[in-house]
């Protein structure tokens, strides 16, 4: 178990170590690569050396961030991970470092603690926000570099303002970054602007795919593993097409079925408020959170979807109650 | 020529009077509405006799703004307009009032001039971010459902705090409405994460119709007066499509080409930085922002659009110098 530190005993630490290497979490998003990149502009502001290290490439839409990555010939005395909630986050690159990890930030309730010490503020909507008020609080200035970052890692996490982890806190830290001089239009341009030829190409086969049930409050989207596959759709162009059937007016039950390539589906249920999700999965052998979980089913298009729905007029007809959780 | 007021001096015209008929523009956006909404509470908080009016129906969507609107029984002394820029905006129902107005509250720094005293602030993001300040100085308690108003009119100018009219003060003023009760979660579930079917058929349609030009640099989406009618698309419907082609990565020229039911093709030009869309379309008949034009072609489909690609061509081979505009 870690220990929890505030935010003065954190800046303590850092200010007495000099080689210090930051962990991302692996698939990594915008706010474990912007929160890795604000802190990697602040140590070195302060004249430490620092390198930044993540298990996947740091995709090439965060190269403004402009962040060292570690190389071989680096031996840290410090190790900090930021937004990484669990030692399986770390993936094959940085875990055998992660073993020694000194420091985690992190934003997210459930973080399993492995770290020596932690700070950790499950109230902030990203690990950026508490990144910004670590920064402050060690004296550094918010540089435009370092803003950019924090609101690339603000932004992402809450679907830019969009999301239910927005606070107060949120927007009047964003105001401070904007002040300091983040370039929030090309940011929100590039982060939330612009979609992939594969992107499109996925959600067209998704919309000719579409069907109703339930007097429309429920849509359902099947992909096959052949329309995945000439479409080319990675993972995150899959993702980002689960959130679809859900949005249209009046559905209450968005399901997206994707074959995988041993036939098997992969199903994702994302509900409306009061619709349990994890209801119906949990009864296909699945689980997740009330609104959004998930299942996989063996079995033929035609069976695999039978059961599925029987599910869901079964939640819809008799709701099992959401307890909320943390 | 409008009398300039600051706020202090529309808070002593507003406190003066009575029986107050706030308008709208036609085709209500949620900043008109919302501004309206806003005002009308604050105004009925004070114990005014207060309606609201718009040439066109107010959409059930913001029914949660329970505003009071006008009947034939009510006479008005005093007359605001919230958000209107001009006069030619104000619609059939609303123009005889709108030519006695006494005041106009607006953002838009184009705005005309026509009501007899105005406040402007150009530099708001929206009308309801004016009209926050203006409520505080008022010394009116923003209530929950004034929150949601002015939280409305903000999100839904701003493209949910995406757009590059968003400042600092946009974020800080955000917060303060959300501490005052706003039902954020809510609202931008209702607001940007709701689709109507009409508006996912279409969707199909265009995608099914994508093509790319120039290297990929130019994609085009052709939409028939037979598709359209199919799937009962409305303006919004339409409206929302014409961003799509040009959010596709690399493509800096988005074209959507709209057939009327007269057989020539509306068209929506939107380009990237740096790519002006209004000199393609002025050298068309049409005109608009740097980054946001439209004309209207009559003839064929191929004639049409070989019309179009040649200017396209033309300007990204030799482009247009953009001039600045307020």
Chains 1, 2 share one sequence.
Not at 258 to 280: D, E, F, L, M
Not at 301 to 308: G, I
Request: proline content about 3%.
């Amino acid at each position: 178990m870690s220990e929890i530190l505030d935010i003065a005993a954190v800046v303590e630490r850092l200010l007495k170590v000099d080689n210090i290497l930051i962990l991302c979490h692996k698939n990594p998003d915008g706010d474990t690569i912007g929160s890795a990149g604000a802190l990697f502009w602040a140590l070195k502001a302060l004249g430490k050396n620092v390198m930044v290290l993540c298990s996947d490439e740091i995709p090439a839409r965060y190269n403004y961030m402009n962040i060292a990555v570690f190389d071989d010939s680096y031996s840290p005395e410090y190790i900090v991970a930021v937004d990484v909630a669990g030692m399986q986050l770390f993936g094959d690159v940085t875990v055998s470092w992660a073993e020694n990890c000194h420091l985690c930030i992190d934003h997210h309730p459930s973080n399993s603690r492995y770290a020596d010490a932690m700070l950790l503020d499950g109230n902030a909507a990203a690990t950026a926000e508490v990144m910004y008020d670590l920064l402050v609080a060690m004296g550094v200035q918010i540089t435009p570099i370092i803003a950019n970052c924090l609101y690339t890692g603000i932004a992402t996490d809450t679907g830019c303002f969009k999301f239910a982890n927005v606070t107060p806190r949120t927007h009047t830290t964003t105001a401070k970054l904007m002040e300091a001089g983040a370039e929030y239009v090309m940011l929100n341009e590039l982060l939330f602007e612009s979609k992939s030829r594969r992107r499109l190409a996925i959600e067209r086969i998704a919309l000719e795919s579409l069907e109703y049930h339930f007097d429309d409050t429920c849509a359902l989207v099947v992909l096959t593993k052949e329309q995945i596959a000439e479409t080319g759709a990675d993972g995150t162009d899959l993702e980002g097409i689960t959130s679809m059937p859900r949005t249209i007016e009046g559905v209450k039950v968005g399901i997206t079925m994707r074959q995988q390539p041993t036939g098997s589906y992969k199903v994702s249920v994302r509900t409306s408020t009061g619709v349990n999700a994890c209801a119906i999965c949990a009864r296909l052998g699945g689980g997740g959170h009330h609104r959004a979980s998930g299942c996989e089913i063996i079995g033929g298009l035609q069976n695999a979807k039978a059961a599925l729905l029987t599910e869901v007029e079964r939640e819809l007809k008799n709701p099992t109650p959401i307890e909320e959780q943390e």
